[in-house]
C-alpha cells in the first residue's frame, strides 16, 4: 500500500519533508497550532513503522515521525495511512498523540458491516417502523467500561479540539470550553460501538466516547462524543454532548434519518 521510500526518502529535507506530510492529510487543520509552528523549527527527522494490518478489505498502516527541534527537544507526529475512503484511494491522517491514532485506526471498517436481525417479544421480526427499538436494543449492550488511567498530555488542546469538530448545535457551550482550559489530564474511553440499520434500508455506523478531562482544581469533566455515519449521504459525523444520556438520546434521534 506505502512504498517505503515515501516515508524514509534519505535526500528528503526536513522542511519539505514536514510540508508534504502538512499537505497531504487530510485533518492538518485540526493540529494544535503551537504543535505547526514548532515544527517550522525542525533541524531533523526520522520516521518509524509503527503498526501495520493488511487485509482483502483494509489497509492500515501507522508511523510515528520524530523531530529534533532547533530548541534541543524533540516532537512527535503520529501518521495513519490507509484506503478506507469511499473510492479506496490512499488517505493519510496526522494525530499530536498516539492514542488519538490508535482510536482513528480502530474507528476503520474492516470490511463489508454484518447483517443481522432483531425481534419483536413475541417473534416477529421488526419491519422499517421500528429501526428505533432496533437501535435501543444495541445500546442495552454496551462495551464494558475500560479502567480510568488519566495521561498528562495536552488535555486542554485535546478538549478545545475535541469541541471544534462538533457538528451539532447543541455542543457545549463557552461555559464548558472555559472549565476545559484548566484540565491537565485526560482518558478515552469507547463505551458503544455498532452497526445497525436506519430508515431507508440502508446501515449506519455509531460509536460513543468519553473524553475525561482532569481538572487542575481536581474536579473531573467528561466530554460525550459521538460518530456515525446515519447522514443523508453516508459521511462521517462528529457531534460532542455533555451527557451520556444526551449523547445515547441523539443515536436514538439519528437512526431516523431517511
Known sequence: MNDPRDHLDPY????THVERLLGRALNSFDLPDAMVERLESALAHSTALHSSHHS?????????????????????????AHNAGRDGAEQHELYAEEAEARLAASRLPAGPLPEWTVERADGRPLDEDDDLAALGALLAHPIPAQPRMYVPDNSADHARRVLRRAENGDRPGERTARRLRIAFAHHITQVFGRNCPVEGGRDAGFTLYEHQFLLLDGTELSLWEVEHTATPDGRHMCEVYASEAAARGAMEARSRVR
Open 12 to 15: 528528503e529535507t526536513t522542511e
Open 56 to 80: 482483502s478489505t483494509l489497509n492500515r498502516t501507522t508511523y510515528r515521525h520524530t523531530y529534533l527541534l532547533s530548541d534541543g527537544s524533540a516532537l512527535v507526529l503520529w501518521e495513519l
